[in-house]
């Protein structure tokens, strides 16, 4: 994400941390908790308020968090305090302060961050996530079906997009909410809708 694109982030990152806060990560991710591990490394890209983050710390995984917007990210990090998870300052695509961790994770959480990526640096993101991921680890990617009102730069996604990207990455689609079961925004925004993708890794690829 450039830092043109940060910028509203960097504005009213109070703003966005309230509105995040308001939501449950349970009930938002509801459609794949089922793969979550039970125990591992899991990255959550692009952070925000550290609620997800938060949310599976909680449950006993060791969390590392993706934020680069410093307003935001310093935020997060007073509200979730309490709990263990590792902040780093790094963006998509190439995610280099993660990739200096040396850590494979078991899963990969990007929830209302595809739309923010340029096309253009897709095909290198999708394949940098998939050398993050332990073989059998599970990429999820909420996306965001709708324009922005509020000056955020959105670009327009698709599940058809990322399967194609991910095939060439190692990666298999195994899990899509259909067309029917998109979720409705539960900021109740009428002009937007939600779609998860979960990929996982296959485990012969290397």
């Keep these: ?12 990152a109070g703003h966005f941390v309230t509105q995040y806060e308001s939501l ?31 949310f599976f710390a909680q449950r006993g995984l060791s969390v590392v968090a993706v934020e680069p917007a410093k307003p935001m ?17 790094d963006s998509l695509p190439e995610l280099k302060q993660v990739f200096a961790l040396q850590i494979k994770f078991e899963l990969i959480l990007l929830s209302a961050v595809w739309m923010h990526i340029e096309p253009c640096l897709r095909e290198l993101a999708i394949r940098k996530l998939s050398q993050l991921l332990n073989p059998g ?20 996604v698709s599940a058809d997009e990322i399967s194609t990207l991910a095939m060439h990455a190692g990666l298999q689609l195994v ?20 779609e998860t993708i979960v990929l996982a890794r ?4 290397e």
């Design 175 to 194: 899990l899509r909410t259909a067309s029917e079961e998109s979720q409705a925004d539960l900021l109740g925004r009428n002009n937007v809708k939600w």
């Design 24 to 54: 449950s990560s349970e009930k938002l991710h509801q459609s794949w908790l089922h793969l979550l591990p039970e125990k591992g490394w899991l990255l959550d890209v692009g952070a925000g308020s550290g609620r997800d983050a938060a």
């Design 137 to 156: 680890g599970h990429l999820v990617i909420t996306l965001r079906h709708g324009e922005f009102t509020d000056g955020r730069i959105g670009y327009a």
């Design 73 to 89: 990210r310093d935020l997060a990090c007073e509200l979730h305090k309490q709990h263990c998870i590792h902040w780093v300052d």
């Design 202 to 205: 296959m485990m012969t690829h």
């Design 1 to 12: 994400m450039s830092e043109h694109q940060q910028n509203p982030y960097h504005q009213v």
